[in-house]
């Protein structure tokens, strides 16, 4: 895996802002168990990815090591060299000590050529250095991320489920708002009030054909007793004698 891809997947998790992508999901509960296996996912192609650059790192650590510890010792055998040239040549042995003369020589060639090399990778070993601490940080940034992701799954999907009753509550008041019951009630009160009316209404007409029926009853008496004079007074009787009586 490059290494620009680790950094933008990393760079992008890291930045990802969860709270808008649950709350802008359909199934928050999906979303979030995606969101916790992409994370998942993410950090073990990083870590893979990072162990494979720390090993590369530490491989040129040991080269860079073994070409200092080369140079070193052919720095000394050179060394060694020219000290036993010297004592053959004080002994009078010039052409021996011609001879460790140039081994001297050879080794000190050997030193600046393992010098070189261990010079030359310094740079690349101080470069993988900044990149393995910059992958590190990055990686330790989304297994932040996902332990914070992990431990808001429970405030999340209650956040989401109290939204959803919510929304019901208000649908259902909404409805109880268009239905109204009070104005049903309101009707059926009229309706009683007109009933009751009616029956007043009637109670008092009943009334009334009853006192008609008494003052009918009244008039006949008076009739009955204006005939009972009358044919009194032709009988040669008083016309006052249901008086006197």
Request: charged residues 30%.
């Amino acid at each position: 895996m490059a290494k620009q891809s680790i950094f933008g997947r990393i760079s992008t998790l890291i930045k990802a802002n969860v709270n808008a992508l649950i709350d802008s999901a359909e199934d928050p509960q999906k979303m979030l168990d995606q969101l916790v296996r992409d994370y998942t996912n993410s950090i073990a192609d990083a870590e893979s990815a990072i162990a494979e650059t720390i090993g590369n790192l530490r491989l040129l650590e040991r080269d860079h090591q073994e070409d200092v510890q080369a140079a070193a010792e052919w720095g000394n055998k050179a060394l060694a060299a020219s000290k036993k040239a010297d004592e053959l040549r004080q002994s009078g042995h010039t052409a021996d000590a011609d001879k460790f003369d140039n081994l001297a020589k050879i080794a000190l060639q050997r030193q600046i050529s393992e010098e070189n090399e261990a010079k030359a990778i310094a740079p690349t070993i101080a470069t993988q250095t900044e990149v393995v601490d910059k992958l590190k940080d990055g990686l330790n940034g989304m297994k932040q991320k996902l332990e914070q992701l992990k431990a808001k799954r429970s405030e999340l999907l209650a956040r989401a489920k109290t939204a959803e009753a919510q929304v019901k509550v208000h649908d259902a008041v909404r409805s109880i708002d268009v239905l109204d019951p009070t104005s049903e009630l309101g009707r059926f009160e009229d309706k009683v009030r007109r009933q009751e009316a009616l029956a007043a209404g009637k109670q008092e007409l009943a009334a009334s054909s009853i006192d008609a029926q008494f003052e009918a009853l009244e008039d006949v008496g008076q009739l009955t007793e204006v005939e009972a004079r009358l044919a009194a007074l032709k009988t040669g009787g008083s016309s006052q004698g249901a008086i006197g009586s």
